[in-house]
């Protein structure tokens, strides 16, 4: 039943560590997004990917790398961790029409904490 | 300054008052306007979206975005408990390289209490 899922729910880790995000969707979606969710409920777009073509690249540290195998899968690799990586990061999905509204569909989160 | 403008509350209210929330925006390229709740340690989950000026209602919801002032805004009747939540406001342009670009507010936490 989950349309956007995201694994783990919960990440405790090490300054210095490397860590992956995984995100699957099963609505048939053609685009995939990651959020970063800071502290303050902030929710800021990192990347996106149209099928597994990167479209959307913000100003993000280059230790965050995104990966997209499929239509139906986002990860996100994060090398070196700082302790300024801990918040909470979305995966979301939308089906892009062109000039029509695409909604978009978030997964649950994972809560990243860097000690 | 940030593109979208949004004040944080919280914002406490009794059951059953009208809620207003509200959003500023400076990027003249916005056309689709939205509206997400996100509950506690949940995604955001949308609840109604805009496209262009006007009003959207839906149900006890009703969405108003004024273009000329750069100025969207939420309200919410006969508040309820349930309706506890952060709310969060996100915009984004037509088409183009903006595709599925949203841009979001930084989020009214509202509390309604029986």
């Known amino acids: 039943d989950t349309a956007v899922s995201q694994t783990p729910k919960y990440l405790v880790t090490q300054m210095g560590n490397d860590k992956s995000i995984k995100c699957e969707q099963n609505?048939?979606?053609?685009?995939m997004y990651w959020y970063k969710q800071d502290s303050k409920k902030f929710l800021k777009i990192m990347f996106s990917?149209?099928?597994?073509?990167?479209?959307i690249n913000e100003t993000v540290p280059n230790r965050f790398s995104p990966k997209s195998p499929d239509k139906a899968h986002l990860n996100l690799h994060i090398n070196s961790l700082e302790l300024g990586d801990s918040a909470v990061y979305f995966c979301?999905?939308?089906?892009?029409?062109?000039?029509?509204?695409?909604?978009?569909?978030f997964g649950p989160g994972t809560r990243l904490t860097v000690l | 300054q940030k593109e979208v403008e949004q004040d944080p509350g919280p914002l406490s209210v009794p059951e059953g008052a009208i809620v207003s929330l509200n959003c500023t925006y400076s990027?003249?390229?916005?056309?689709?306007f939205m509206w997400y709740r996100q509950y506690s340690r949940k995604g955001p989950e949308l609840l109604m979206y805009?496209?262009?000026?006007g009003n959207k209602e839906d149900g006890r919801f009703t969405a108003q975005v004024d273009k000329s002032s750069k100025y969207i805004s939420l309200f919410i009747r006969d508040s309820q408990p349930s309706d506890s939540a952060t709310y969060l406001c996100?915009?984004?342009?037509?088409?183009?390289?903006?595709?599925?670009?949203?841009?979001f507010g930084q989020g009214t936490i509202l509390t309604v209490h029986p």
């Open positions: 979301a999905s939308s089906q892009i029409r062109l000039g029509l509204y695409n909604e978009q569909f």
């Open positions: 609505l048939g979606h053609d685009t």
């Open positions: 990917y149209n099928n597994k073509e990167l479209i």
């Open positions: 990027n003249s390229a916005f056309q689709y």
């Open positions: 805009t496209y262009s000026s």
């Open positions: 996100a915009m984004r342009g037509k088409g183009g390289t903006s595709y599925g670009k949203l841009t």
